[in-house]
């Protein structure tokens, strides 16, 4: 089979084009709430145009009253006052129009900002949020050894927020503006042509300079977001280790580390800041130059008789400010460009990483397993180059007992990850109650499957909660009884508000073996043909390891188990030892005939027999 390389994913470079294309299928997903936006916006617009309009006569209107040899006002819409309205009367008519739009204004401006703000955060961030979140829970474990817990965080978060700014902080704002433009163009033109193209002289220095500093601005937020996701992640290890910091009165070195990283990104932050600082100070110089343009033409102008002051010289500046704002506005649009694209290439890396397990087409669900499971040639590596198992090939009868031993990285915890299919092999196949595992319904198939980790996590809940993980809908019987088999139902009862005692994060507030106990209890909850135990004793006292090993009799009863560890204690009560050495299986027995025989096994065997003993129960558990 073809094995992805997930490098290649993750450094996947998406051009710019790609990302526009992408970014407005995401608007177009929205197209109602967006097209509504830009009429209200259009709408603002002409408000804004005829204000300005009515203002202008309404000073002609004056300037006519006051001297009658100057121009007669023009009225909009064709619109003339009857001859018996006093100027004062004309004035009244037009203020109140003026106050009419304003209020309208006012109205449409509230509605416009909810409307983009119901687009954005109440539509396009909880539906991106939403995908990668999903998208998370079908990658498999490569995706999150790849990727740091803090760069997923951030992606779910900051990133899928700057996304977003593509829609209302590029698109809707970029077309309001080219819309502003064109209109305040027009009726400038429409005032005086000449003016215009004196004023507006400036601008193709404008767009370079705009040009010149988006470039300039592009790969600082890359560099940001990837300081960030440092920053964060030294920030969460410092939470998760703090007993390790403080045992070792570490706590001033965390800081300066803290501070460093920090004060990278304060100083990379600061970069960016002082290019906006020297961008926006000449895109506003450049501006200022078409108004003294216009004071020295216009006024020429005005002097000699070839422009109104209010509807032309007046309303003229206010568009051509207004005209200069929004060419500034330029600098907020490609400072919104660079990062929605910083943000959204994170993103879709997210969504467009291929799940490496997935069901093939006309999976089977299959009934209950009687828990055989067969392995046959199985080679498999993280990366195709560097394999960690190789032509791994044994049986394990249903109901029987199997113990994995080996050193550090001899590939047990890889072999464990293939029998619930959170990897596929490159090499070979395995096979349960005689069936190919990719032939199988993935969902199906684990929910057959109890696993109890040598750190079992446990989630901020009730304890009963925590126990029915894998089936919210149990009922508080089978939920004691899973307990009881578990030997955990004793201790909870001592709990505070027992089954319903709200557990701290990753049940702090529980000791190890009555962690593991929840998580043994959570797995049988699930009443699986098999069971995989990587390595539960491993980080517990000899009592506590005694505590759980009583309660794994139980749970193995009748079921196929895979037993990871190096602890004799448990290993001894397997039918069949597996032992890896460096990705090979080397030996395979019982723990009798193992510990006879020269190999790792009985190197650990006599280093542990003399302080192990005889069987506690003085019965050796087999392939039940």
């Not at 809707?172 to 193209?197: D, E, K």
């Not at 600082?277 to 216009?294: G, M």
């Not at 400072?335 to 467009?352: H, I, K, M, P």
Request: charged share 20%; glycine share 8%; with cysteine.
């Amino acid at each position: 089979m073809t094995f992805p390389d997930p490098a290649s994913q993750s450094e996947r470079r998406y051009s710019n084009g790609e990302l526009v294309r992408r970014l407005l299928s995401l608007a177009w997903q929205f197209r109602r709430d967006c097209l509504l936006s830009l009429l209200l916006g259009l709408t603002l617009l002409l408000l804004g145009l005829l204000g300005l309009q009515l203002l202008g006569v309404v000073i002609d209107v004056i300037r006519h009253a006051l001297d009658a040899t100057q121009r007669a006002p023009a009225y909009p819409f064709g619109w003339t006052p009857p001859e018996s309205w006093t100027p004062l009367r004309i004035v009244t008519a037009l203020s109140l129009a003026i106050v009419a739009q304003a209020l309208l204004r006012a109205i449409l401006t509230y509605q416009y900002n909810m409307v983009t703000a119901r687009l954005t955060q109440g539509k396009i961030v909880p539906d991106l949020r939403g995908r990668i979140y999903a998208r998370l829970q079908q990658l498999s474990f490569r995706f999150f050894e790849m990727h740091g817990s803090s760069s997923i965080f951030n992606r779910v978060t900051g990133d899928v927020q700057n996304t977003r700014l593509f829609v209302d902080g590029v698109v809707l704002q970029g077309i309001n503006m080219l819309l502003t433009l064109v209109a305040y163009l027009l009726f400038m033109w429409r005032i005086h042509p000449s003016l215009t193209l004196a004023c507006l002289s400036v601008t193709l220095a404008l767009g370079w300079v705009t040009q010149h500093y988006s470039a300039r601005l592009r790969p600082g937020y890359l560099r940001n977001r990837e300081l960030y996701d440092g920053l964060v992640e030294q920030f969460s290890e410092s939470i998760r280790g703090v007993q390790t910091i403080k045992g070792f009165a570490a706590e001033a070195l965390q800081v300066r580390r803290f501070e460093e990283a920090n004060g990278e990104v304060s100083l990379q932050q600061r970069q960016i800041f002082l290019d906006l600082s020297v961008f926006t100070p000449a895109t506003q110089f450049l501006s200022q130059l078409s108004l003294v343009i216009l004071f020295a033409y216009g006024g020429w102008l005005y002097v000699h008789g070839r422009i109104a002051l209010g509807s032309g010289l007046v309303v003229f500046a206010a568009l051509l400010q207004q005209f200069n704002g929004q060419v500034a506005n330029i600098t907020t649009i490609a400072n919104s460009v660079q990062q929605s694209f910083t943000a959204a290439r994170r993103v879709f890396e997210v969504l467009d990483t291929p799940s490496e397990v997935q069901n093939r087409p006309a999976a089977i669900v299959p009934p209950r397993l009687k828990g055989e499971i067969v392995f046959e040639e199985v080679t498999f590596g993280y990366s195709p180059e560097a394999p960690v198992l190789r032509k791994i090939s044994f049986a394990a009868a249903p109901g029987q007992i199997l113990g994995i031993f080996g050193m550090t990285g001899a590939g047990k915890s890889s072999l464990l990850g293939l029998i619930p299919r959170f990897y596929d092999p490159q090499r070979g196949r395995i096979l349960a109650d005689g069936r190919d595992l990719r032939d199988l319904d993935l969902d199906a198939y684990r929910r057959q499957i109890g696993i109890v980790y040598q750190e079992s996590f446990l989630f901020s809940n009730t304890v009963a909660a925590n126990i029915a993980f894998g089936i919210p809908h149990a009922t508080q019987d089978q939920i004691e009884q899973a307990a009881r088999v578990a030997s955990a139902h004793e201790f909870i009862r001592e709990l505070p508000h027992g089954y319903h005692t709200v557990l701290g994060e990753s049940g702090v507030d529980l000791s190890g073996g009555q962690r593991q106990r929840l998580a043994l209890a959570r797995a049988l909850l699930l009443q699986p043909p098999i069971l995989i135990l990587d390595d539960p004793t491993a980080a517990v006292d000899p009592k506590t390891e005694h505590e759980i090993a009583s309660a794994l009799r139980h749970a193995m009863a009748g079921r196929t188990t895979f037993i990871v560890s190096n602890r004799l204690s448990l290993l001894r009560r397997a039918g069949v030892i597996l032992v890896l050495d460096k990705g090979r299986l080397i030996e395979m027995g019982r723990h009798e005939d193992l510990a006879q025989k020269p190999g790792p096994y009985r190197e650990t065997a006599l280093l542990q027999l003399m302080d192990l003993g005889p069987d506690p129960e003085g019965v050796e558990m087999g392939t039940g």
